[in-house]
């Protein structure tokens, strides 16, 4: 019966190994994918131990290259909070990494950018319609809708109709 199990064990650690090789998941992806495959929780939880000790698995560090990972593309602080809770990452580590992000961020910035990026590549439609579509593509990159709605308002008196 031993053999058995070392060798789930086995088969285990390599599926996460190959989950693990094409991006860093969280501990909760990695249980979430184990169980799909039907691995006993035994088994499981001693994979999961494993990756732990051997810090293939830190759900700080997953959630920190997460946050600067979406920053870039750029998405909204909103958006990134919702991603890294469906990922399974704790309220707690959420709330301490996106503080240590928001000190050298500037929503406000990064959406008049946008804002003012998709005015150029809309400037043959109608100014409201134009405000009314990004103020809805920013939504869903998941900045705060105030600044969002601040931004083009304060845009849409430098808007230029032609």
């Known amino acids: 019966m031993q053999n058995k199990e070392a060798a789930q064990l086995e088969k285990a650690k390599n599926y996460a190994f190959l989950l693990l090789k094409f991006r860093p998941r969280s501990e909760d992806e990695i249980l979430q994918r184990l169980k799909r495959k039907k691995f006993e929780?035994?088994?499981?939880k001693?994979?999961?131990?494993?990756?732990?000790?051997?810090?293939?698995?830190?759900?700080?560090?997953?959630?920190?290259?997460?946050?600067?990972g979406r920053l870039k593309r750029p998405f909204g602080l909103r958006r990134i909070?919702?991603?890294?809770k469906l990922k399974g990452i704790s309220q707690e580590t959420i709330d301490k990494q996106i503080a240590a992000v928001?000190?050298?961020?500037?929503?406000e910035s990064i959406v008049a950018k946008?804002?003012?990026?998709?005015?150029?590549?809309?400037k043959s439609v109608?100014?409201?319609k134009a405000r009314r579509r990004i103020f809805d593509y920013l939504l869903r990159r998941g900045f705060s809708p105030d600044i969002v709605r601040d931004t083009l308002f304060a845009k849409a008196k430098g808007v230029p109709t032609e």
């Not at 810090?55 to 959630?63: M, P, Q, S, T, Y």
């Not at 909070?81 to 890294?84: A, D, V």
């Open 41 to 44: 929780d035994k088994i499981i």
């Open 126 to 128: 109608d100014p409201d």
């Open 46 to 68: 001693e994979t999961i131990s494993f990756l732990k000790e051997k810090v293939f698995l830190d759900d700080e560090a997953f959630a920190r290259a997460w946050i600067e």
């Open 81 to 84: 909070r919702q991603e890294l």
């Open 102 to 107: 928001k000190e050298g961020y500037c929503e």
């Open 114 to 122: 946008i804002a003012k990026d998709r005015f150029t590549k809309l």
